[in-house]
């Protein structure tokens, strides 16, 4: 499956990735149904990018690529929200927003 990048009037899970602009990235997402039927999304690209899914929690990690510039991942799932951010080629970010 594939993210939906445009805002969806039934999403509820919405992730931004930010920071310096042009910093490359690799994602990797794991978003659960209330039903708890379980999809995963691979992602590889540069920021700004910001994806939108319907579920019930999500997981996911965040690689950096680029040797220079700065990540800065918003998760909100609702009401709740996860920030965090990282620099450096090789960094890792691991998150979880119920």
Do not use: C
């Not at 930010?18 to 039927?37: L, Q």
């Not at 995963?40 to 690209?45: K, L, N, S, T, V």
């Amino acid at each position: 499956m594939t993210a939906d990048h445009t805002p969806r009037p039934d999403a509820n899970i919405y992730i931004q990735i930010s920071g310096d602009e042009g910093t490359r990235f690799a994602a990797e997402w794991v978003i659960t149904s209330a039903d708890g039927v379980v999809n995963r999304f691979e992602h590889e690209g540069s920021i700004p990018v910001t994806y939108a899914y319907m579920g019930e929690a999500i997981s996911g990690t965040v690689t950096q690529l680029s040797e220079g510039g700065r990540l800065l991942v918003e998760i909100r799932n609702n009401g709740n929200r996860s920030l965090s951010s990282t620099q450096g080629k090789g960094s890792v970010l691991k998150t979880t927003v119920n």
